[in-house]
């Protein structure tokens, strides 16, 4: 069977223990056929990075809700370029404060979906992201 | 990277190039076929090592112990409250590959790939990889690209390929056919003494285990495990009958049969806290030595490559044959048979005719 999956990684880096919204997008993704890989809590940058590797994904999402995500973020980002990942699309959910959202699409950071998004919106952003890798 | 690339990436340890590598032979594009090519001769050193059971045994978190017991020898039997009785130091596999299978939306073709949650303890260690897979329609328990992915695990040294299964429940038999050893996971309170008797998925494994042994009821389990083993590997047996002893004989054991024999041995294992896994892992062993020593892993291996090139003989007859018939005349048929007009059988003579009609 010869067929192309959008591959997702989805994480949750640092100490918070708050799952339930990275659990729905998971499924959203699921539902949108996309083959979600879900890690589970309190991952390390290195954790992510090396589970996207082995598992080739085109996307990973980062749940966070701590507070941290200029420290995590930065770090992901840096370790899947390290490892050659630099074409890995990475999303962002949780609580993120309004000042960052700039920062953080200027790290490369292709969405920020906080509470409330609705599940097309990332779904399509992501596609796009990925097929236009991929082109 | 060129499909040359890929698979000399691939026996040159790099770990990217085989991440890659698994992708293109998951899907099945031209550049995975050319690399398993080339990557084919270098196959066949790896023990294949099935993990299958019901949902919610504990299959991934049994296969995270395992590799951790085999990584690190000393801490996972510690870790335990048992000791092992020596594990064979020397015969320690050095490197590790999971591959996970979990199933795909039959609505959505997509899926929830979940075993990495069981096998955080794996992470950073860079002689285990971890991959997983999607059913992607296959309904044996593996996805059909599961055997060639193991190959290219095989080919890139890894010794020792844990296979583990969808959550399985009676037929999903496929992990036997691609694995040299298939455990076969349990857990107290999953079915009466009827579910161990039937067909299936019990006849398949070299080695039973009984996870979760600490809950209650894990006598029951086991003993009605045995109780159907005794039965397919009858072993002499005492027991008392209105108080006397009576004996009933195993099946003949001539010279020959007690070394090709292999009874399956009945394991607990808690997985959460490591205990019986270097039991589990001597038994893993001990059924290594036993093919190597009755020629059951030649024959397990031509099993599996045969079973593969039927396969893959029926995918390339059926797929030539579908793109050599006229426009519609599958269609046409396939309408026939729905307003019964033609049979199943009528339709498939009537395509298979038609088509040599055209050559």
Known sequence: MSEQKIRVLIAKPGLDGHDRGAKVVARALRDAGMEVIYTGLRQTPE?????????????????????????????????LKANGQERVKVFLGGIVPDEDVPLLLKMGVIGIYGPGTLSDTYVNDIRKAVMATNA | ?????????????????????????????????????????????????????????????????????YRQPAKGASMSAERASGPPKKAEPRRIAIVAVDPTSPFTGGAILGDRIRMRDLAGDPGVFIRSMATRGSLGGIASATAAVVQVLDAAGYDLILIETVGAGQSEVDIARLAHTTIVVEAPGLGDDIQAIKAGILEIADVLVVNKADLPGVENTERALRGSLNLAHPLPHRFMH??????????????????????????????????????????????????????????????????????????????????????????????????RRISPFQAVEKLVDGAGAVQ
């Open chain 2, 242 to 339: 209105h108080g006397k002893l009576e004996m009933v004989p195993g099946q003949p054991i001539t010279p020959d049969a007690s070394e090709t024999l292999w009874v399956p041995p009945i394991l607990r294992t808690v997985a959460l806290d490591g205990t019986g896994i270097p039991k589990l892992a001597e038994a893993i062993a001990n059924h290594r030595t036993h093919l190597d020593a009755t020629g059951g892993w030649e024959q397990r291996e031509r099993g599996r490559l045969q079973t593969e090139l039927d396969l893959l003989l029926q995918n390339t007859l059926v797929e030539g044959f579908r793109a050599r018939l006229p426009a519609g005349a599958y269609e046409q048929v396939l309408e026939d048979m729905q307003e």
């Open chain 1, 47 to 79: 954790m992510i990075a090396e589970a996207a590797l082995q598992e080739d994904v085109d996307v990973v999402g980062l749940s966070i809700l701590s507070g941290a995500h200029m420290a995590l973020v930065p770090r992901v980002l840096e370790l």
């Open chain 2, 1 to 69: 990277m060129t499909e040359i690339a890929l698979a000399q990436g691939v026996l040159a340890g790099d770990r990217l190039a085989l991440a890659r590598t698994l992708s293109q032979v998951e899907n099945g594009t031209a550049e995975g076929k050319s690399a398993l090519s080339e990557l084919f001769p270098y196959t066949g050193k790896a023990h294949l090592v099935g993990v299958t059971g019901a949902s919610g045994t504990g299959k991934s978190s049994l296969v995270n112990q395992l590799a951790l017991y």
